[in-house]
């Protein structure tokens, strides 16, 4: 193990995680706190702070979805509070702010949104006239325009709450599924209650889900180094090309857009990024979906390139106009 003491302070002391306080963002910050003890030798706890996210009742696109869950802990590392801060990546605003650094993006989860319907049905078994329950725009441009595309008769309705308030709408009847995401429910260890995956092809996840960020002070520079110990470059090349097309397209994490960045393989050589993106209207009239593959970006830069790419090449194509399609 590489010793990394005193990490620019008291080795004895403990290593400040900030953390939103929901059981999904505890356990992830959980996950990473054990991966830092291991490659720094140091103590960690978890600092549990409120975001505005977090005590908000009003939807995503209301409030403007883009860093209401995470100015606080960005907060808390700005005046010492913590030493470092785990986010869901799919949160943070494309735009990295002074003083603070992205230190590490560590293995990426499923990306997958996945479906928890009642009587344990799959999306393609959900009657006439289903009714399912999501607090994205992203997804429910998807669903809907698939819906439309494949003449289905479904619903779908607006929700917030954490995972256990979703579930349970389905668990009380109030409808027949919601769409959530695979990597939260990996992280709590509740896949069991997953009826089915989406696919790709159906519903594009956001830019970034599945993903976590550690951050911390640009000046923190030995932690900085240990904790980049935890990145790995195929997740933060990927997720590098989606933001990029999220930021050029200029839509925030509440805006309906989905993208994902396959890395692709010739044997045991990975030597392709696919780089998928959509933009739609949230009734699903209106759909920009395009695709580009080239070869894997060797840099930050390039990979933002990549993103930046599909991005021109989608708002020629129209997704301009559906960047105001927010509202729930």
Known sequence: MTDYSPLGGDPTKPLRLGTRRSKLAMAQSGMVADAVREVTGRAVELVEITTYGDVSREHLAQIGGTGVFVAALREALARGEVDFAVHSLKDLPTTQPEGLVLAAVPVREDPRDVLVARDGLTFAQLPSGARIGTGSPRRMAQLNAYARSHGLDMETVAIRGNVDTRINFVRTGELDAVVLAAAGLSRLGRTGEVTDFLSTDTVLPAPGQGALAIECAEDSTELAAALAELDDPHTRVAVTAERALLAALEAGCSAPVGALADLLAD????????????????????????????????????????????????LAKGAAGLMGERAL
């Open 267 to 314: 044997g045991q050589i990975v030597n392709e990024l696919r780089l998928r993106g959509v933009v739609g209207s949230t009734d699903g009239t209106s759909l920009v979906q395009l695709s580009i593959t080239g070869s894997v970006p060797t840099s930050h830069d390039d990979a933002a390139a990549f993103g930046r790419e599909l991005a021109s090449e989608m």
